[in-house]
């Protein structure tokens, strides 16, 4: 069991910028990937950046150059760097825990990023 603590969410303006936390209860070394998913009213949850054990990051294309992931494995904790905020990036931004077992993943409960027009 993981537990998955998200901070740094809240309201700012266009062209403003965020980071956000992730705070594990476990190693984060165990992960085969650690991820930031975003759902936004009436839409569906999707991946916006995920970092692998490696050092390997992919991005949502709508945020790259302008947000950033990056891990601290001796504070288990992920971050998300968000520059440049646009109105469509508000939503809920979730961490996630994808582990090796096929399936199996951990969730935080979320943190809401509000960004005013």
């Known amino acids: 069991q993981v537990q998955l603590v998200e901070s740094g969410g809240g309201l700012v303006q266009t062209g403003g910028s965020l980071r956000l936390s992730c705070a594990a209860s476990r190693s984060i070394v165990n992960s085969r990937a650690m991820g930031w998913y975003r759902q936004a009213p009436g839409k569906e949850r999707e991946l916006v950046a995920s970092?692998?054990?490696?050092?390997?990051?992919n991005y949502l294309d709508s945020v790259q150059g302008r947000f950033t992931i990056s891990r601290d494995n001796a504070k288990n904790t992920v971050y998300l760097q968000m520059n440049s905020l646009k109105p469509e990036d508000t939503a809920v931004y979730y961490c996630?825990?994808?582990?090796?077992?096929?399936?199996?993943?951990?969730w935080g409960k979320g943190t809401l990023v509000t960004v005013s027009s």
């Open positions: 970092i692998t054990i490696s050092g390997n990051t």
């Open positions: 996630n825990f994808n582990t090796w077992v096929s399936g199996l993943d951990y």
